[in-house]
DNA sequence: TCAAGTGTGGACTCTACAGTTCAACGCTTG
DNA sequence: CAAGCGTTGAACTGTAGAGTCCACACTTGA
């Protein structure tokens, strides 16, 4: 799907030029980023990106849906460290939270190429759109249902749909901040970030708690 | 501010001007729209838009915070005249939620500027986007807040931080249909929104309803 | 060690676009 | 009704960037 040469480079090189778009993409935009400029960091002439991907286009939507995956990943991994065995249903529930909002802030370079793809959504061909969305936020999303769901199998939340309670819960918490913050790109003071996410989840819990 | 040229131009190809750029804008992005495709939608020369703005950014700037100012008005008149008087909390709250989500998708363009804006946050002078903040989103969001008072003052909400409760309300109707439309870009089938609204409302009676 | 084949790099093409120049037009004002 | 000036439009300039071409070098297999 983004390779068209299926064994086409060598995996260092691809790797560099991946790393290196992620930056310029995320730094200028995707028109704004220039091929040479991305060739230029990745240390690698603008032929090799060539072969390596079809165009700017396809470039751009790989490393997208890269990250996305990655993204995704190290939510899973927060997930389950801190939802797998409940000590606490508030105090991990929060420091969940904010080790995801945090997550936002560690990959700055994914989260400029997330507005640059909300903002260019309706150029973008809606079976690539889909497949990112999919990768990427509505799977970042739902993974948390099936935790509240256990969550409220214990008796540690009230019985509702989970997928509507982890709705609520991350439009209380990541999307709160997120709004604010155009996904990190203005960022907040800590103090604040620390104040809305434990708003967030008390308010959660007014809802889900017991 | 943002007319260099104090009593510069006729105000009626002023106001083709930033028709046509917000459309274009809208439709291209900042840096995908061509100040000549501008021109030709404004049907006006290329020079008449040199005379009235300083640059292509000037303008871009200029029309996004038209627009703010004029969305904002609109949500101020929809407050004015959904909960103002107040009948049945429930049923006021869905109705003003509605129009204030249907309100996006009235203004398709400006919206497609938003995500624009909000992709190239981090390379807009910080005192304009500021200044764009506070006539667009901020401003249509704590305008809620006075009447959330209101109602808790006659008795028809618990009260509590007005603000915030303004706050979760945004959180649980427009942020949630915005974050999952892109702000209309991608729309979703009118029922699932009206779903989504009135659950999100219901949730928010929860919280502080009575 | 040598030859074949593949990935690589820098120079090149062609298009598109931001902003300017200058002559003519029309609106306002006396 | 006429003069003067601000406004307009089409052609022009310079630059930047996406994608291509061809010669070379490096890896790979004998």
Redesign the pocket.
């Known amino acids: 799907m983004s390779a068209p040469?299926p064994?086409?480079?060598?995996p260092e090189?691809r790797r560099a030029i991946t790393g290196a778009a992620r930056r310029v993409f995320g730094n200028e935009g995707y028109?704004r980023?220039?091929?040479?400029?991305i060739a230029a960091e990745a240390?690698?002439?603008?032929?090799?990106i060539?072969?390596?991907f079809r165009?700017?286009?396809d470039l751009f939507l790989s490393v997208a849906l890269e990250g996305a995956h990655e993204v995704t990943e190290t939510i899973a991994r927060l997930l389950d460290r801190h939802l797998r065995k409940i000590v606490d249903v508030a105090d991990d529930l929060t420091a969940f939270a904010l080790e995801r909002v945090a997550a936002v802030a560690e990959f700055p370079e994914h989260f400029a190429l997330v507005r640059t793809i909300e903002a260019e959504a309706a150029r973008i061909p809606p079976a690539v759109l889909e497949e990112w969305i999919k990768a990427g936020p509505q799977t970042a999303h739902l993974r948390l249902a099936p935790y509240l769901a256990r969550m409220a199998d214990d008796g540690l939340l009230t019985p509702e749909d989970p997928e509507r309670a982890a709705d609520h819960f991350n439009l209380l918490t990541v999307v709160n901040v997120n709004q604010r913050t155009f996904y990190g790109a203005i960022p907040l003071p800590p103090e604040q970030v620390t104040e809305l996410v434990t708003d967030g989840v008390r308010t959660f819990l007014r809802l889900y708690g017991r």
């Open positions: 040469h064994a086409a480079g060598r090189k028109v980023a220039g091929v040479d400029a240390g690698v002439s603008k032929r090799t060539y072969n390596h165009d700017k286009e």
